[in-house]
Structures are given as C-alpha cells and as structure tokens.
C-alpha cells in the first residue's frame, strides 16, 4: 500500500470515528458512513472566513463542522427561519434545504474561529439521501421543521384577522348594517311605514339632509306611540320617533355598544363619523353574531332551518367558523374534512326541505356526492357535483320515476346554488338525466368506461370514481362501489391508462426557474394549485386505491392505506402527504384571504407574492408530486 493511499486509509477511519459520535450518523449503517468517509474533505476555513452564502450560487457541498464554530445569518430582509443569527458548532451540518433542494443558500455561513468542515459534494449527498434511511429522515424532518415554522406564521397571521373580526374589541366600522335606511322628521308615518316594509327592517333612522341622525322609529314605536295613541298616519314621523339616539363612532368598539345597549336597555347604536354623520347602525342581533359562530350553534341551526335563507346564514357561518379554525392551526386534512362534513349538514337539509314537495316513500334512492365533496375535500371553493341513485319497486315504470326524480333533483340544485353552492358548469349534477340512474344503469356506466377508457371515460372516471352517499339508502352507493373495485381489479389495462392520463400533468418546476408560471393561459405568472398541485396527488391516491381495494375515498387515508397494502414506506408516503397538506392550505389560505365577500375564491397564486419560507417549501411540496408520479410511472410501466 502507497503512502498515499494509507493516509485516506487512516483518514477514513478518523472520520467515521467522528461520525459515530454525532446524530444522524451515529444512526446509521456502516457502509453509509464508509461512503460518506470516503466522497468527504476536510477542508479549513480561517476565523472570519466566508464559507458559502447566497451569492454562492448553487450549493455544490454538504458541510458537516468537525471542529470550531460557524455563524449563520439571515441574508435579505425576508424572514426565512426563526433566527436571525445562529451559530452552529462541531457535528452540525448545514445547508441542509439549499443542498436539497439545488439552489443558492438563503443563509450566509462564516466560520467566527478557525474552522475544519467535511465537505460533501452535492451528488453524493444526494445519493447518499436516497440509500440512506436515518440520514433521509434527519434531512426530511428538517424540511418539516421549515413546515412547521411557516404554519405557525400562517396562525399568526390569521389570528390577528381573527381577532380584529371576531371579538368583542372589533371596530363599529366592520359591523352591522353599513346602509341604514333614512327617512327626513319631514316624512308622514305612513310613508315611513311603507319604508319599512318594503325594505323588510323593523326599525328606520330619522335623519337630515346633513346626515346627522335625529331619532329612531323602530316598531315598537309603531305601537305605543302610533296605534295606542291614535296618531294619524299623516303625522310627521319626528313626531313618534324616540329622539336623541345612542351614537358612536365608527372607531368605537363591539364591547363598548354591548354596554351602551346594557346600560340604557336599547337595542340598537348609530354608527358615525368624526363628523357625526350617519355611516351605519349596530343591532343587538349584530352583537349576538359575533358571539355565536360555534360548532354545536352552527349545526342547530341547520338542523333547524325551515327554509333556505336560513341556511343562507348557517352556510356564511359555516365559513366563519373554518376561519377561524384556520387560524387556530387546525391542519389542511382536518379542515377539508371538517368544511365537508359541514357542507354535508347543509346538503342534507336542503334535501329534506325539498322532500316536503316530493314523496319517494317506499322507494330505494340516494343522493351521490361526487369530486371534492365525494372525497371529503372541499375547500372555501366548491361547486356542485352530485346525482341519484334509485333502485324502481317492482312494477313502477322508471322513466317515470326517473322524471319525478329529476324534478325533485332540479329543486335541490336551484336551492344549493342559492345556499352558495354554485350550479356546476359542466352540468355535473342530479337533475341532469345522464347522472340520474338506477342501480343498474350505474354498474353499466362504470363498466362501459372501464371497458373502453377513451379520454372522455378517463376524465369522467375522475370525478365520477370519487363518490359516496350524502342522503337516503348508502348500500346502492355500497353496490356501486363493490361493482366498481371488481371492475378495475380485472382490468388493469385500464389503470394504466388511468396512469398515463394522470401523468399528462407534471408538477410545475422549472430548470432554470423555480416555478413555471406561464401554464395558464390568460393568466402569466401565476400557478393553479389544483391542477398543477393537489390534483396530481389525487389521481394518484385514486389510482392505487383502486390497484389495493382501498374503498376509501378521502385521498390522503387512500394513500395511507393504498401505502400499507403496497409495501410503500411509510416516511415516503408521509413527505408525500405533507406535500399535500401544504398545497391545501395555501389553497385555503389563498381563498380567504383573496376571494372576494359572496364570490368563490380560485386556486391561481403568484408565487413571487409568498414567502420565502412559503416558496422553499411549496417547491418541497411539488418535488413530493413528482416523486409519487414518478412512482406510478414505474409500476405502470408508462414511457
């Protein structure tokens, strides 16, 4: 043996000595830790040095400190990490995400005292990743500490809306009515009244040409000083009104019209201006609203709606209430869950109230939930999918049937859209005859697709595969189901025709660019975090359900499960689904907060509008997509 080659000999040695002492490679397996001792370099850097920072470039190594003391501080003025500054000592490793993810560090790392690192080159760090487990899930939590960090930004943002919209300390300006209606002292009562009427409110505001209130008329008036006084209907309404109304301004808070309404025993507060002119009034029903956004309210209050503007209200709550989750950290999985299960409720009322019309006693049927909703996964943005299943008695015609059922179905529709469930565009509801079917005509369907998966078989079997009973008798949706599995289990041509539709779309990163922004046509910059985000993960989760019997529709339990029954490792499928959760919640937040009040929000968002912590981990999350694909890719063999 050369000289030479019995220095790396001896200084390979040293340096597995050396890893055996830190975490993660104290971890791992021997032939890691020979690899890594035999790609590394110890390499020294003076005290005051500059190691690697964001004019770097790229990141070409991997360091690990084997001796001496290395600053990391924060470069820009965005706040990517908890820490501005941090020093790093012998056994830490650093840029963990930068060498991951290929790109220039956000962090500028000097050695403050005379420093030895190991040096890593990028490549073999990398392989290194992928064969080993210990030092894939060291580097993977650290990606979901980043993840971590960004969600608690993500609560404190929201929280403070929450606060400002939520609680008693909220402004005047944000509540009520913004539009009173006025009436002139001048105007007789019975115009008043009419007023009142028409407008559909139980109180009006006197006030002058300026603005400036000078009384309140509200329906009680109508009765002690109208009927019981015997007032002539031409009587000047400033002659029944209660004058010197309570006012606050606009700045005043909930708490302080709460006091005023306790301390004088009224009902409602004028809202003004520094000038005092009116720019809103404040009900004691405004004040209980804020109060009362809570689960078990929210669900009486479905449970008891008689008519669909009532659930009008319960829907807005609805949304309310998942803000304020939201804000809380509740997680993109529960969320979704929690939206849907609620949408459910209000589904299900529209149903029965609808049934008051329609009777279907001593029939078998249910309503279908399709897509999103199929799946347990709506966001703040859903429209409709649904549609009927039936099973007709023995002897009834079932055309006949069937039109009663699309009548039926055509009201709930029309009642859905009006709760804020929009009619979907592409007709994909029960009161279109192709998705109003008996048990049997449905089996058919789905055999017909599976049998023949043209493209338009493939973008059906993507909505219409996502289903499960919201109202009526769930075992025709159990026979559905059961027929569907049995279908696609001996057809496996077709799954890989599933596969290859599902692979059309590809996660958008860019080589040179992080992100591909110009995929939307019409709008340049800006990603689609459903096409290009969530939806890669559910075609694929819906792809390997159907592979392993998974009867599951929701997709992060189809991957779990589909991960379990096809020897998926469960870090794997955990990156995977991490990468889900994120998108979803950008998808969440980005509705909220952009959507605007009574419009459904979209899923384009400008990449360059995030964080930097944001960006970092959104492409994490798209890396996770391509991954999963990539896999689909192998098992089914597509080129």
């Known amino acids: 043996m050369s000289l030479r080659q019995d220095g790396r000999k001896r200084m390979a040695g040293n340096t597995q000595a050396f890893l055996r002492n830190h975490a993660p490679f104290n971890k791992m397996q021997p032939d890691a830790l020979q690899r890594f001792a035999e790609k590394a370099q110890i390499v020294f850097y003076a005290a005051g040095s500059e190691i690697v920072g964001p004019d770097s470039g790229k990141v070409r190594f991997f360091y690990l400190i084997e001796s001496g003391k290395v600053q990391a501080r924060q470069a820009g003025e965005v ?34 005292e005379d420093t030895f690192c190991y040096q890593l080159p990028a490549e073999d760090f990398l392989a290194l990743l992928s ?11 650290y990606i979901a500490s980043l993840l971590d960090q960004s969600r608690r930004q993500l609560q404190l943002q929201f929280s403070q809306r929450a606060s400002e919209q939520q609680t008693l300390n909220s402004p005047l300006a944000g509540i009520g009515s913004r539009s009173p209606i006025t009436v002139s002292p001048e105007t007789p009562l019975r115009s008043a009244l009419e007023t009142m009427s028409k407008a559909g409110v139980g109180s009006l505001v006197v006030a002058g040409d300026d603005r400036k209130a000078v009384g309140v008329f509200t329906r009680t008036d109508l009765l002690d000083r109208v009927v019981l006084a015997e007032l002539p209907l031409s009587t000047p309404v400033s002659q029944a009104m209660s004058p010197n109304p309570f006012m606050l301004e606009e700045h005043a808070t909930a708490y302080d019209a709460m006091f005023a309404m306790a301390t004088h025993g009224i009902r409602h507060v004028l809202v003004t201006d520094a000038e005092g002119k009116l720019t809103g009034v404040v009900s004691e029903r405004d004040l209980f609203s804020l109060q009362r956004v809570g689960l078990r309210q929210i669900r009486q209050s479905i449970d008891s709606a008689h008519n669909v503007e009532a659930l009008q209200q319960a829907a807005a709550d609805v949304r309310q209430l998942s803000f304020n989750m939201l804000a809380q950290g509740v997680g993109a999985e529960q969320l979704t869950q929690f939206i849907s299960a609620l949408n459910d409720a209000l589904t299900r009322r529209v149903i029965q109230l609808n049934l008051e019309k329609h009777n279907f006693d001593g029939i078998e049927w249910a309503w279908l939930a399709f897509g999103s909703e199929g799946r347990d996964e709506q966001t703040f943005s859903t429209d409709q999918d649904n549609g009927i299943v039936f099973a007709p008695p023995e002897g009834v015609a079932v055309d006949a049937l069937k039109k009663r059922f699309l009548a039926y179905a055509l009201d709930v529709n029309n009642d859905l859209d009006r709760v804020g469930f929009p009619l979907c565009k592409g007709n994909i509801m029960a009161s279109n005859p192709q998705w109003c079917l008996t048990l049997e005509e449905w089996k058919d369907q789905f055999s017909n697709w599976i049998r023949m998966p043209q493209p338009d078989a493939l973008l059906n079997a993507t909505i219409f595969f996502d289903f499960r009973a919201l109202y009526g008798k769930s075992e025709l949706a159990d026979a559905m189901r059961r027929h569907l599995l049995a279908q696609t289990a001996s057809n496996p041509m077709f799954l890989r025709a599933m596969a290859k539709n599902a692979l059309d779309v590809e996660p958008p990163l860019g080589k040179i660019r992080d992100f591909l922004t110009d995929l939307e046509p019409g709008h340049p910059g ?22 392993s019997g998974v009867h599951n529709t929701n997709s992060i339990q189809r991957l779990r499960l589909a991960a379990q029954r096809l020897s998926i490792r469960s870090d794997e499928i955990n990156a995977v689904l991490e990468g889900l959760n994120f998108i979803q919640l950008l998808r969440l937040q980005h509705q909220y907060l952009e959507g605007e009040p009574g419009t459904q929000g979209d899923n384009l968002i400008d990449p360059d509008t995030l964080n930097e912590l944001d960006r970092r981990i959104l492409k994490e999350s798209f890396r996770q997509a391509r991954k999963i694909q990539t896999r689909l890719k192998l098992d089914y063999q597509v080129q």
């Open 79 to 112: 706040t990517v990490t908890e820490y501005s500054i941090l020093s790093l000592g012998a056994g830490e490793s650093f840029p963990i995400g930068a060498v991951t993810a290929g790109r220039p560090s956000t962090n500028l790392y000097t050695a403050v």
């Open 526 to 547: 800006k990603i689609d975090l459903k096409k290009y985000g969530s939806r890669i993960f559910v075609d694929v989760a819906r792809i390997y359900a159907m592979a």
């Open 131 to 141: 064969s080993s487990p210990e030092f894939n899930l060291f580097c993977t939590r």
